[in-house]
């Protein structure tokens, strides 16, 4: 079992930043690798940036690309996106969550196996 606690939402002018946290809540994490997903209301969850644990590698969705950050302290167990020069369109509520599964797309939350309960990003026009 794998708990996650996300922290760091709030509101925020376009083009401000953001740094949202994701820890396991002190356990050490084993698995392949945890991403970030975002909700806007009446919208689907839609996939924002992975980091494989071991190795760091990254993988964007083209609308983080450049802006977005994902990385991870090994030593902490958290993962961290830092959101920079944020849209209104990035409002929704982030979601932080963990695979196990090395095989199979990033951009599917099906293919994650635990997840947060979610932080609340405001960008404002």
């Known amino acids: 079992q794998v708990q996650l606690v996300e922290s760091g939402g709030g509101l925020v002018q376009a083009w401000g930043s953001l740094r949202l946290s994701c820890s396991t809540s002190?356990?050490?994490?084993?698995?392949?690798?945890m991403g970030w997903f975002r909700q806007a209301p009446g919208k689907e969850r839609e996939f924002v940036a992975a980091?494989?644990?071991?190795?760091?590698?990254?993988i964007y969705t083209d609308s983080a690309k450049g802006r977005f950050t994902i990385s991870r302290d090994k030593a902490k167990n958290t993962v961290y996106l830092q959101m920079n020069s944020l849209k209104p369109e990035d409002t929704a509520i982030y979601y932080c969550a963990a695979r196990f599964a090395i095989s199979g797309s990033y951009y599917y939350a099906a293919q994650y196996d635990y997840w947060g309960q979610g932080t609340q990003v405001t960008v404002s026009s």
């Open positions: 980091v494989t644990w071991t190795n760091g590698n990254t």
């Open positions: 002190g356990r050490t994490f084993s698995g392949h690798a």
